[in-house]
């Protein structure tokens, strides 16, 4: 039974596919095998419906190509007009994305799905433009033929023999909610054509002719069909795996398919995909970066290809080594992949051995358990036949050909003069050495000449008969035939040698940088800082200006970080946003704006983006696809930084929270009791009054008016506290007199003081100091009421007061001969409800942190200590400079 | 002053009915009339009405703040006012002592404290009336002679001394803030020099009390100003 128990992962996971299918749009498409099945009619037979219904819609584009049945069912539909866009001075019209965004309709007609937006458009293609509807919730009708599924395009061409341009990936088709056939006979179809109600953009008739053949529409229909019919299946299965919970992948199964630059590539990733679909499997699509970068052209189409494959749903690999068998095989085991998709190898039998065997062959010796497919290629027109592929990419310069030459050169010179005296053989060796030693420094080109011209210079010069390349005996003949493959073979494998450790080691920088990158990260103290030396370490590496923008927090806004290297565009910016809100990179390099100027990679978390990361480089420099990665691999860092940061802050506010929390509950208690008792006091003083005597009277009075000072005092300790919370204390400044003060405060609290001894010890001169007069009055009120409340009846309290003029300070000092303040309890006693373990009733314990709320607010401190002989000691100190002048009579 | 003159007529404007009621009370047994208001528009229409001899006036009104009621009552009558503000609230006190408040009690008070207040700011006479010769403990000021005797001895006061003395004499009983002093002494420029007052008031605290530090008669109200109380 416990099989059966649904796996949480798993249902979490699709249960975000369900909310995020509830909250993106419907995508619904009229699917015909061909043109002129009458999808555009059915779509807007449809809408009419959906408009009766009360549906708010609109027409995003709709081609009627002039057909009056059609042109008569537009009518009546709002339509959003469309934008112009300039172009090599025609003007091209497309779908105004961006005004039916603003005008959110609930549902939006968007005609041929697979339309190549005009350039300068937002996308290149029109369902990229859909996919963004889609994503801002709002539903879209569209059209679209078999032949412009990308996985379905290469059968297409086989059965027509038309190449289609415009394709639509499968995965986005996959996001159709609902698919509506629009079927017709193939008489049918004909028949419409034969009345001029077919339209074909841009053929000649004779092309049209062929395309509609009557087998040709039954192949394309039987196509169209199974298409739907294993899109159903799909949807089927998915359904069903939502209802038991049960993995999407019924058997595990993963594909594995190696693309490289070459076109049979792009057919092996399109035969995968099908292969991959009809096991309802997952695969993963790896590029195996040698050594030696590629050529421009080589890597443009490497990315299409890998492109094509994410599109197509795969998740894309790009790993580094010269061994491309290991690789994959390595690839395979980290992913769990069951089934390795090779291309059939066009190489010549013999290269391929001089190779180390072909790919196939090495693939079935390290593989292991893993199932291989070799699928063949057809070869296309022009591509570059395949042994030449073994030559280095990047050619060596001529200077290094010509050093070669004068090596051998000079050692000819020498050997001619040493020959003499050491015979022929031992000048091989030297030829041999200095091969061998080359191919330390230079390419295998020059490598691979200096042994071929070596051994030929050997057999002219130097083995008898000379200046002939002719050889007398039969062991020369051998030695020569030695020489030539030990030095040829030699040369090769050093130069190998040295590749292997070129990619071992920039792959060890990319290590290297990504570890940096780390280190940087975990040992910045703050966000700002690791934001900080991530970003440089972005600049070095790249070569790139960087920049990064930060979600404000409410995710409403993006704010620049301070340490970005440049301040981006109101165009970039516009890319960026459009990165953070889809949650997919944007800019150069990928198919979203490409015509920025930067690429633009979101720092996606969970659920959502926290910013966006850019990189702006000069034109001129590409990234190649390992450093993209890398770059990606700095996105990533760089969101869970931020992830990091968000949760320590989200930390902090909850603590905070419920320290609060716990503060409020010791308020309520403290302040429900502190209320309540001189409340009480007043009610039943009051109550008794009327039938008191007069002496009775006199003290229930006495009571009275103690109960209303306590309350009083209370309330106002509750409004300094408030206010210096509020952070609306601005303490004025003002000159004082000490005296004045020390009176104020002695008389506010006289009653209180009235069971201790009191002394004093103020300076007859004390100079007049800057303090905020109120304030002061408080603070010296409220260490004497401290110290009253604190010590028992009887014991003294001394106050003093005077300037250390040393130290530019003035000083309060009030002493008792209490308990003392124990050194742990000390720093703990400024905070608000502390009271001393011996207090009275009658305080809040805010007292001593209004005192040092309202003395470092004046720009003082509070100083507690020890009185010898016992009791405590509180001294306030103030900053003191001397007033000016005062003018002459 | 003639019917006005045997009870006073004080105007109460406070938005509080418990405190309207409790002044009441302790003005009527003070020997007041009351007439009260419980906004600040109702307060000023009613000063017209019933030509009160002083207004007691709240500086938290609803309507209108009581430092407005009282910039508009003093845009054409001179009426005295007390003002009533919480503590904790030196700022207003001076705004409202210097937009022509008389003087202010602070909340909670004692009503001894209030007729007390009342009866200084009532005590304005009509100009010329003013006793030249005030006395206070031992201290006689005469001011017509300019002369200050301390237990029948002569005194002898700079002409500053002089001159913060006998403002505080002509309104003593009453706070008289330190903006008035600077101002009036030393020129409107001078308002910021505190310390010129407090260098000036220990001096005349040591001539003229017995305890200097703990004066009896030249009170500090912290953060205002100065007051003279008589008794």
């Known amino acids: 039974m416990s099989d059966d128990r649904p796996d949480p992962d798993a249902l979490l996971a699709s249960l975000n596919r369900e909310a995020q299918r509830a909250k993106r749009g419907k995508l619904k498409v009229f699917f015909g095998m061909c043109p002129g099945v009458g999808k555009t009619f059915a779509m807007l037979r449809a809408a009419q419906q959906e408009l009766r219904d009360g549906v708010d819609l609109v027409v995003g584009v709709v081609e009627t190509h002039g057909r009056v049945e059609t042109e008569a069912l537009l009518a009546g539909l709002p339509v959003v007009a469309r934008k112009q866009i300039a172009y090599k001075n025609i003007v091209l019209t497309e779908m105004d994305l961006e005004a039916i965004l603003e005008r959110k309709p609930k549902l939006v007609l968007v005609d041929e799905f697979a339309h190549t937006n005009a350039p300068g458009s937002r996308h290149p293609k029109r369902y990229q433009d859909v996919v963004e509807l889609l994503d801002s919730g709002i539903d879209v009708f569209t059209t679209l033929n078999v032949q412009h599924i990308e996985s379905r395009a290469d059968a297409v061409r086989q059965i027509t023999g038309a190449t289609v341009h415009e394709t639509v990936p499968d995965s986005v088709f996959g996001l159709a909610d609902q698919i509506e056939l629009v079927d017709i006979t193939p008489e049918a179809l004909r028949e419409r054509l034969s009345e001029g109600k077919v339209y074909m953009e841009g053929r000649a008739a004779g092309a049209a002719e062929n395309f509609f053949k009557d087998t040709h529409l039954t192949a394309l229909r039987e196509l169209a069909l199974r298409f739907v019919a294993e899109h159903v299946d799909k949807r089927l299965r998915e359904l069903r795996s939502v209802g038991t919970f049960k993995t999407v992948w019924r058997s595990g199964e993963r594909l594995l398919v190696a693309v490289g630059p070459s076109p049979s590539s792009t057919q092996l990733v399109r035969w995968t995909r099908r292969m991959a679909a009809s096991q309802g499997a997952s695969w993963i699509a790896v590029s195996v970066e040698g050594s030696s970068p590629l050529e421009a052209d080589a890597q443009r189409r490497l990315e299409q290809n890998l492109s094509l494959a994410r599109e197509l749903g795969a998740e894309v690999v790009v790993t580094h080594d010269n061994d491309v068998a290991a690789a994959l095989v390595r690839v395979a085991l980290q992913n769990n992949a069951t089934q390795i998709v090779v291309g059939k190898s066009r190489n010549p039998r013999w290269v391929d051995t001089l190779r180390g065997g072909n790919l196939v062959d090495r693939l079935l010796r390290t593989a292991g358990s893993i199932d291989i497919y070799v699928v063949p290629a057809e070869r296309a027109a022009g591509s570059p036949i395949a042994w030449l592929d073994w030559r280095p990419v990047k050619a060596s310069p001529a200077h290094e050909y010509a050093e070669v030459l004068g090596v051998l050169g000079a050692l000819t010179l020498a050997g001619w003069f040493v020959v003499p005296h050491s015979g022929y053989l031992s000048v091989g060796l030297f030829y041999l050495l200095a091969v061998i030693a080359m191919s330390l420094r230079v390419g295998p080109g020059p490598v691979f000449v200096a042994g071929v011209a070596s051994a030929l210079t050997w057999n002219f010069l130097f083995i008898p008969p000379i200046f002939t390349f002719r050889i007398a005996r039969f062991e020369d003949g051998l030695m020569f035939a030695t020489y030539f493959v030990v030095a040829v073979i030699s040369g090769q494998l050093t130069a190998r040698v040295r590749a292997q450790e070129r990619n071992e080691r920039m792959r060890e920088d990319r290590a290297t940088a990504l570890f940096h990158l780390t280190q940087a990260l975990s040992s910045a103290k703050s966000l700002d800082e690791a934001v900080f030396a991530a970003l440089r370490q972005a600049d070095t590496y790249f070569g790139a200006k960087t920049a990064l923008l930060l979600d404000d927090g409410n995710g409403s806004a993006l704010m620049p970080h301070f340490a970005g290297s440049f301040t981006i565009t109101e165009k970039e910016r516009g890319v960026a946003e ?189 100079p007049l100091f800057r303090a905020d007069s109120a304030l002061m009055e408080q603070v010296i009120a409220n260490l004497l009421l401290n110290a009253a409340l604190h010590t028992p009846q009887g014991t003294p309290i001394f106050l003093a007061a005077g300037v250390d003029r040393s130290r530019s300070r003035i000083f309060f000092t009030v002493a008792d001969r209490g308990p003392g303040l124990p050194e742990a309890m000390r720093e703990r006693l400024f905070q608000k409800f502390q009271r001393g373990d011996a207090a009275k009733a009658g305080g809040l314990g805010l007292g001593l942190s209004i005192i040092r709320g309202f003395v470092t607010a004046q720009g003082g401190e509070v100083v507690v200590g020890e009185n010898p002989g016992g009791g405590a000691v509180l001294t306030v100190y103030l900053p003191f400079t001397s007033h000016g002048l005062v003018p002459a009579e | 002053m003639t019917m006005a003159a045997a009870t006073p007529t004080i105007l109460v404007i406070d938005d509080e009915a418990q405190i309207r009621r409790l002044l009441r009370i302790t003005l009527e047994a003070a020997g007041y009339a009351v007439v009260e208001a419980d906004t600040g528009q109702l307060g000023l229409s009613e000063v017209p009405r019933s030509q009160p001899d002083a207004i007691v006036l709240d500086l938290g009104l609803p309507d209108m703040s009581g430092l407005e009621v009282l910039q508009k009552l003093r845009e054409w009558s001179k009426v005295p006012v007390l003002v009533l503000t919480v503590l904790a609230a030196e700022r207003d006190k001076v705004a409202a002592l210097d937009a022509g408040a008389d003087d202010y009690l602070t909340k909670p008070f004692g009503s001894a404290e209030l007729t007390a207040r009342l009866r200084a700011i009532l005590r304005r006479a009509p100009e010329g009336d003013e006793p030249s010769v005030v006395s206070f403990g031992d201290i006689q000021v005469d001011m017509a002679a300019r002369l200050v005797r301390r237990g029948g001895a002569e005194v002898r006061l700079t002409a500053k001394e002089y001159a913060m003395l006998r403002l505080l004499v002509v309104h003593r009983g009453k706070v008289v803030t330190h903006g008035q002093m600077l101002r009036e002494l030393w020129g409107p420029k001078a308002e910021e020099n505190t310390h010129y007052l407090r260098v000036h008031m220990t001096h005349i605290r040591q001539k003229l009390e017995a305890e200097p530090h703990k004066p009896r008669h030249l009170r500090t109200e912290s953060g205002i100003g100065y007051r003279l109380v008589e008794d």
């Open chain 1, 578 to 766: 459009w990165a953070f809100r889809n949650r997919k990179k944007a800019g150069r390099f990928t198919d979203t704006l490409p015509s920025a100027e930067g690429i633009h990679l979101p720092l996606i978390r969970e659920d959502a983006a926290v910013g966006v990361l850019i990189l702006c480089m000069p034109r001129d420099i590409t990234l190649t696809l390992a450093q993209r990665d890398l770059a990606e691999s700095f996105a990533t860092q760089l969101a869970q930084l931020v992830e990091r940061e968000q949760l320590r802050a989200a930390g902090e506010r909850e603590k905070l929270l419920a320290e609060s929390e716990k503060l409020h509950r010791t308020l309520l208690d403290g302040v429900s009791h502190e209320l309540k008792t001189p409340l009480a006091v007043l009610s039943a003083a009051v109550e008794n009054l009327a039938a008191a005597d007069d002496a009775t009277r006199a003290s229930l009075a006495d009571e009275i008016r103690t109960a209303t000072r306590r309350l009083n005092r209370l309330v106002n300790n509750l409004l300094d506290q408030t206010r210096l919370e509020s952070g609306a204390l601005k303490p004025r400044l003002d000159w004082c007199d000490g005296h004045d003060l020390i009176n104020a405060a002695v008389d506010g609290v006289s009653e209180l003081l009235a069971g201790h001894p009191f002394e004093t010890d103020i300076p007859k001169d004390l």
